[in-house]
């Protein structure tokens, strides 16, 4: 056997144009199927760890999943926002935990999180440098944004503008970066966090005061006798200084600013099951389980996925046969080479062990090679679920 | 089993017979008795059809007869299975085509160890036909060409990577059909020259078919085919 | 056969490989709390945390005095109140800075929710300059509710209920005297200084009494000399105001009541020109090193005495 095997290795070895070729085909059908499951497998394990790990959503009554994604991967949401003072009644019940959500703004396109601090210790995110961001204004950054802009404590990051058209506010907030967290392989390393009340400030509900002397003309829109008012889209942006962070207030009532959603987190699973109920009833809000939002959407997505297994695999079965024929196609050019080693006294099937041996050859190496490139895939992909 | 070939080849009797087509008139072959010593060299002649490669290839092993007995190196090749006839050709029987017939993707030393390698050799095996390999490329002057492949060789180089391959295996029988019909006359006697001076020396017998009359004069004995029905070849 | 041993071993490596893919670790640490107190930053919600959880684990966490509206918690203080069980605090109108500093809601009280709707003071807004200074607004919602005895006790009720939710498991004090009887000692000095004044007006130099006085039914006059300490002069209207009040004999009680800091220049001036001898109020509302009853009730009995006919 040993023999038939060298024997080729060799004609593989020599004809390295027809097996490379050979080899990168199967290689590159093997390669596709392969890392497209393992990625569907990260991303069912890391959206299904995201999902397990919190435990209740509540938001507008709408579409749960635009509820969940919202909240879970701040993706871009078109539900109605929920009062404030919706949080603090559930929180007056004391079992449950509520962690306020607001991402309505991006910041260099990525999305602010305004929130509590109790989301920072529920998802135990920790400042590599600098500190949370508590105050008015102040923002710390996931790990991918940090890295990303290039940003440190200190330094300074303008929000997005939104309100084009609204000449009385400023188009952007500068905000201070107190801190950047340590990376956590979650969507948390590409957001922006800031305190729930900086939210109100991108709202334009919230706002501080300047001093009157010595503005620019120019900038005024109208004066009376005890204030005057500014045009904001003159100024390219508003910022929380030591100097003016005291005259921040709101107008109305703050029981009114809003929220994106709320993470409910209960002390037990009775008192989880008890709130959903409660919530639900009541009609005005909406309580989901993310964890079987997900399933339910990853069912989806895995159905999906099982048509694109099934063309994978034709892809698969078309090369298997492409491959068959080149190797058939050898065997009938290599007829005198078989008669010639017949008559020298190799065993009968000397012929297909020759193909079989280099078949199986080209499919050892083509399988490495695949498995070696979905482990680099893998590897160099940016991590897809953190900025999914 | 006559005493003369003891050690050598033996054909007795042996009647072989096929259709070449549907609806044709069957070939026969019958050898009422032929027999070679070891290292006893004999031409074999005779018209084309007349059943020379026949002849070749039931020493060979590679056709089996209908009836009759076949010898080599001692051994009843028509006793044996098909399996054991392939091992013993390998070991036993060098064959030299007259298309030389090297694998073009072997290179020359390569290409001499192919019966090794075809009956499963040993690593042990390998080695010392490694060593049998380079001594017979220098016998055959080829020694600082086993590195090239065929289509780096000349037709004269090609043909003694040929002999040197029929010849590694330290045959009781070496078997050329037509050796040298692709060869210019010089290259031929050279050929005929080197094929029996290496056999001989081997103590192998040789049975080549040829058609080349000016040669027969270099061998031991000619065998008209035509004749092998009635009587053994006759000696020169 | 060696090579094919050899080709497979490799495979085998490499699609292993593949599977060691792990997302970052979920394992995500909940909250880090380890301090078992109740942050405190006004002088009525250190009051009402010993009196629910003891006085060993209340956390002090502004400095003795700092004024409540123009105090801001700078890290130090931030970390000691997330880090804390509880945080007791008066809300956005006593403490302006919360409204800009990241609390969590889930473990912070404010005792302002306590106070009805339609309970709530509001005096009418007004800007004005000091001679051509900086202009500046006044008015708004008056913040000492807590000065209301009514209003104290339903803001213990809500912290009491709160605060032992929050710190139930670990070793708790038993309060000390009881918070009912004192503030029941308190209100009783209110009625006898509203009997006192018998229908005479209290004037004081900025709203701060609004509540205690529309719970004891004393008629205030506020005038709003904007005294500060800064040296900037008073506000000359309201030092009209003052003036012409002072003349209407028999309508108020003779005093000038400082809830602020006492200006003792002008305090000269008052008793010299206008008659009105100035007392200082201690509202209770900051930190400092009597509790904001003592304070209160014994403000209360000063002032009387300061107005008991001789």
Same mark, same amino acid.
């Given at each position: 056997?040993?023999?038939?095997?060298?024997?080729?290795?060799?004609?593989?070895?020599?004809?390295?144009?027809?097996?490379?070729?050979?080899?990168?085909?199967?290689?590159?059908?093997?390669?596709?199927?392969?890392?497209?499951?393992?990625?569907?497998?990260?991303?069912?394990?890391?959206?299904?760890?995201?999902?397990?790990?919190?435990?209740?959503?509540? /938001?507008?009554?709408?579409?749960?999943?635009?509820?969940?994604?919202?909240?879970?991967?701040?993706?871009?949401?078109?539900?109605?926002?929920? !009062?404030?003072?919706?949080?603090?009644? &559930?929180?007056?019940?004391?079992?449950?935990?509520?962690?306020?959500?607001?991402?309505?703004?991006?910041?260099?396109?990525?999305?602010?999180?305004?929130?509590?601090?109790?989301?920072?210790?529920?998802?135990?995110?920790?400042?590599?440098?600098?500190?949370?961001?508590?105050?008015?204004?102040?923002?710390?950054?996931?790990?991918?944004?940090?890295?990303?802009?290039?940003?440190? !404590?200190?330094?300074?990051?303008?929000?997005? !503008?939104?309100?084009?058209?609204?000449?009385?506010?400023?188009?952007? &907030?500068?905000?201070?970066?107190?801190?950047?967290?340590?990376?956590?392989?979650?969507?948390?390393?590409?957001?922006?966090?800031?305190?729930?009340?900086?939210?109100?400030?991108?709202?334009?509900?919230?706002?501080?005061?300047?001093?009157?002397? /010595?503005?620019?003309?120019?900038?005024?829109?109208?004066?009376?006798?005890?204030?005057?008012?500014?045009?904001?889209?003159?100024?390219?942006?508003?910022?929380?200084?030591?100097?003016?962070?005291?005259?921040?207030?709101?107008?109305?009532?703050?029981?009114? &600013?809003?929220?994106?959603?709320?993470?409910?987190?209960?002390?037990?699973?009775?008192?989880?099951?008890?709130?959903?109920?409660?919530?639900?009833?009541? /009609?005005?809000?909406?309580?989901?389980? !993310?964890?079987?939002?997900?399933?339910?959407?990853?069912?989806?997505?895995?159905?999906?996925?099982?048509?694109?297994?099934?063309?994978?695999?034709?892809?698969? /079965?078309?090369?298997?046969?492409?491959?068959?024929?080149?190797?058939? &196609?050898?065997?009938?050019?290599?007829?005198?080479?078989?008669?010639?080693?017949?008559?020298?006294?190799?065993?009968?099937?000397?012929?297909?062990?020759?193909?079989?041996?280099?078949?199986?050859?080209?499919?050892?190496?083509?399988?490495?090679?695949?498995?070696?490139?979905?482990?680099?895939?893998?590897?160099?992909?940016?991590?897809?679920?953190?900025?999914? | 089993?006559?005493?003369?070939?003891?050690?050598?080849?033996?054909?007795?009797?042996?009647?072989?017979?096929?259709?070449?087509?549907?609806?044709?008139?069957?070939?026969?072959?019958?050898?009422?008795?032929?027999?070679?010593?070891?290292?006893?060299?004999?031409?074999?002649?005779?018209?084309?059809?007349? =059943?020379?490669?026949?002849?070749?290839?039931?020493?060979?092993?590679?056709?089996?007869?209908?009836?009759?007995?076949? +010898?080599?190196?001692?051994?009843?090749?028509?006793?044996?299975?098909?399996?054991?006839?392939?091992?013993?050709?390998?070991?036993?029987?060098? %064959?030299?085509?007259?298309?030389?017939?090297?694998?073009?993707?072997?290179?020359?030393?390569?290409?001499?160890?192919?019966?090794?390698?075809?009956?499963?050799?040993?690593? =042990?095996?390998?080695?010392?036909?490694?060593?049998?390999?380079?001594?017979?490329?220098?016998?055959?002057?080829?020694?600082?060409?086993?590195?090239?492949?065929?289509?780096?060789?000349?037709?004269?180089?090609?043909?003694?990577?040929?002999?040197?391959?029929? %010849?590694?295996?330290?045959?009781?029988?070496?078997?050329?059909?037509?050796?040298?019909?692709?060869?210019?006359?010089?290259?031929? +006697?050279?050929?005929?020259?080197?094929?029996?001076?290496?056999?001989?020396?081997?103590?192998?017998?040789?049975?080549?078919?040829?058609?080349?009359? $000016?040669?027969?004069?270099?061998?031991?004995?000619?065998?008209?085919?035509?004749?092998?029905? $009635?009587?053994?070849?006759?000696?020169? | 056969?060696?090579?094919?041993?050899?080709?497979?071993?490799?495979?085998?490596?490499?699609?292993?490989?593949?599977?060691?893919?792990?997302?970052?670790?979920?394992?995500?640490?909940?909250?880090?709390?380890?301090?078992?107190?109740?942050?405190?930053?006004?002088?009525?919600?250190?009051?009402?945390?010993?009196?629910?959880?003891?006085?060993?684990?209340?956390?002090?966490?502004?400095?003795?005095?700092?004024?409540?509206?123009?105090?801001?918690?700078?890290?130090?203080?931030?970390?000691?109140?997330?880090?804390?069980?509880?945080?007791?605090?008066?809300?956005?109108?006593?403490?302006?800075?919360?409204?800009?500093?990241?609390?969590?809601?889930?473990?912070?009280?404010?005792? #302002?929710?306590?106070?009805?709707?339609?309970?709530?003071?509001?005096?009418?807004?007004?800007?004005?300059?000091?001679?051509?200074?900086?202009?500046?607004?006044?008015?708004?919602?008056?913040?000492?509710?807590?000065?209301?005895?009514?209003?104290?006790?339903?803001?213990?009720?809500?912290?009491?209920?709160?605060? @032992?939710?929050?710190?139930?498991?670990?070793?708790?004090?038993?309060?000390?005297?009881?918070?009912?009887?004192?503030?029941?000692?308190?209100?009783?000095?209110?009625?006898?200084?509203?009997?006192?004044?018998?229908?005479?007006?209290?004037?004081?130099?900025?709203?701060?009494? #609004?509540?205690?006085?529309?719970?004891?039914?004393?008629?205030?006059?506020?005038?709003?000399?904007?005294?500060?300490?800064?040296?900037?002069?008073?506000?000359?209207?309201?030092?009209?105001?003052?003036?012409?009040?002072?003349?209407?004999?028999?309508?108020?009680?003779?005093?000038?009541?400082?809830?602020?800091?006492?200006?003792?220049?002008?305090?000269?001036?008052?008793?010299?020109?206008?008659?009105?001898?100035?007392?200082?109020?201690?509202?209770?509302?900051?930190?400092?090193?009597?509790?904001?009853?003592? @304070?209160?009730? @014994?403000?209360?009995?000063?002032?009387?005495?300061?107005?008991?006919?001789?």
């Amino acid at each position: 056997m040993s023999g038939i095997l060298f024997l080729a290795w060799r004609h593989a070895a020599a004809h390295r144009a027809r097996t490379s070729i050979l080899i990168a085909c199967v290689a590159l059908a093997l390669w596709v199927p392969w890392t497209a499951g393992a990625l569907a497998g990260q991303y069912d394990q890391a959206l299904r760890a995201r999902a397990d790990q919190t435990p209740l959503i509540i /938001g507008a009554p709408g579409n749960r999943y635009d509820l969940t994604l919202a909240a879970l991967y701040f993706r871009p949401s078109q539900l109605e926002t929920v !009062p404030y003072q919706e949080l603090e009644r &559930l929180q007056e019940g004391g079992k449950v935990t509520f962690v306020p959500l607001h991402m309505r703004f991006t910041a260099r396109g990525n999305p602010i999180v305004a929130t509590s601090i109790e989301y920072v210790e529920f998802r135990g995110l920790q400042p590599v440098a600098g500190r949370h961001a508590l105050r008015l204004g102040e923002v710390a950054l996931g790990a991918e944004v940090a890295l990303a802009l290039g940003l440190r !404590p200190g330094d300074a990051l303008l929000s997005d !503008p939104t309100e084009l058209y609204d000449i009385s506010r400023p188009p952007a &907030l500068k905000m201070r970066v107190a801190g950047v967290y340590r990376a956590t392989g979650t969507p948390d390393d590409g957001a922006v966090f800031c305190d729930v009340r900086t939210a109100w400030v991108l709202e334009g509900i919230a706002h501080g005061h300047a001093p009157a002397e /010595g503005i620019d003309e120019s900038l005024v829109l109208s004066r009376a006798e005890d204030s005057v008012a500014v045009s904001g889209a003159l100024m390219e942006y508003a910022e929380v200084t030591e100097e003016n962070e005291d005259t921040f207030h709101y107008h109305g009532d703050t029981a009114l &600013l809003p929220l994106s959603a709320m993470l409910a987190i209960p002390a037990s699973r009775k008192d989880g099951t008890l709130l959903k109920s409660a919530v639900n009833a009541a /009609g005005d809000l909406q309580a989901v389980t !993310p964890t079987a939002v997900i399933s339910d959407l990853l069912g989806v997505v895995f159905r999906i996925k099982a048509f694109f297994d099934l063309v994978g695999g034709f892809l698969l /079965g078309t090369t298997a046969l492409l491959v068959s024929v080149v190797f058939l &196609l050898s065997s009938r050019l290599r007829t005198a080479e078989l008669r010639t080693l017949d008559r020298i006294g190799a065993p009968r099937r000397v012929g297909g062990g020759l193909i079989g041996l280099e078949a199986v050859l080209v499919l050892l190496v083509a399988g490495a090679l695949a498995g070696g490139a979905t482990a680099a895939t893998l590897r160099l992909l940016p991590d897809l679920v953190s900025t999914f | 089993m006559t005493s003369e070939s003891a050690a050598g080849t033996l054909l007795r009797g042996v009647s072989f017979s096929y259709a070449p087509s549907a609806g044709s008139r069957p070939f026969r072959l019958d050898v009422e008795e032929l027999a070679l010593r070891a290292g006893e060299a004999a031409a074999v002649i005779g018209p084309s059809g007349s =059943g020379k490669t026949t002849l070749v290839h039931l020493c060979a092993g590679i056709l089996v007869p209908s009836s009759g007995e076949i +010898s080599v190196g001692g051994v009843r090749l028509d006793r044996l299975t098909d399996a054991e006839r392939r091992r013993e050709r390998a070991r036993q029987v060098g %064959l030299v085509f007259q298309e030389f017939e090297l694998l073009d993707y072997l290179n020359a030393l390569e290409n001499i160890l192919v019966p090794l390698r075809v009956r499963g050799a040993s690593r =042990g095996e390998l080695r010392a036909g490694r060593t049998r390999a380079t001594e017979l490329a220098e016998a055959v002057g080829i020694a600082d060409l086993l590195g090239r492949t065929p289509a780096r060789l000349s037709q004269g180089e090609r043909q003694r990577v040929a002999i040197a391959r029929a %010849l590694v295996t330290e045959p009781a029988l070496v078997l050329c059909d037509e050796p040298t019909g692709n060869l210019d006359p010089d290259a031929a +006697s050279g050929a005929v020259d080197l094929i029996l001076h290496e056999a001989r020396a081997r103590s192998a017998a040789l049975l080549m078919v040829t058609h080349d009359h $000016g040669l027969l004069d270099r061998f031991d004995r000619v065998i008209d085919v035509t004749t092998l029905a $009635g009587a053994g070849g006759k000696a020169r | 056969m060696g090579t094919a041993r050899t080709l497979l071993h490799l495979s085998a490596l490499v699609l292993a490989g593949c599977a060691d893919q792990q997302g970052s670790a979920d394992d995500a640490p909940k909250s880090s709390l380890s301090r078992q107190v109740v942050a405190v930053t006004s002088g009525p919600a250190e009051l009402l945390a010993a009196a629910s959880v003891g006085q060993a684990r209340v956390d002090r966490v502004a400095p003795d005095g700092a004024p409540l509206d123009r105090w801001r918690p700078d890290d130090q203080a931030l970390d000691a109140m997330i880090s804390a069980q509880r945080v007791l605090v008066l809300g956005d109108e006593a403490e302006p800075w919360l409204q800009r500093a990241g609390l969590p809601p889930s473990r912070t009280t404010r005792l #302002e929710a306590a106070v009805p709707e339609g309970r709530w003071i509001e005096v009418g807004s007004f800007t004005h300059t000091h001679g051509g200074g900086e202009s500046h607004t006044h008015g708004g919602v008056v913040a000492e509710t807590w000065t209301d005895p009514d209003l104290l006790r339903a803001m213990a009720r809500r912290s009491d209920e709160q605060l @032992r939710r929050a710190l139930e498991g670990g070793e708790a004090a038993p309060p000390p005297a009881g918070l009912e009887g004192r503030i029941d000692a308190y209100a009783a000095e209110l009625k006898a200084l509203a009997a006192t004044l018998d229908g005479r007006a209290l004037i004081a130099t900025h709203h701060g009494m #609004e509540y205690l006085c529309r719970w004891a039914g004393i008629r205030l006059e506020v005038t709003e000399l904007e005294l500060d300490g800064s040296g900037a002069p008073p506000n000359d209207a309201a030092v009209r105001e003052l003036a012409e009040l002072a003349g209407l004999e028999g309508a108020h009680a003779g005093v000038l009541v400082w809830p602020g800091r006492l200006d003792p220049t002008f305090a000269e001036m008052a008793q010299q020109e206008l008659g009105l001898r100035s007392l200082d109020f201690d509202l209770g509302g900051t930190l400092s090193d009597r509790d904001t009853l003592t @304070r209160l009730t @014994r403000s209360a009995a000063s002032l009387r005495a300061a107005i008991e006919p001789e």
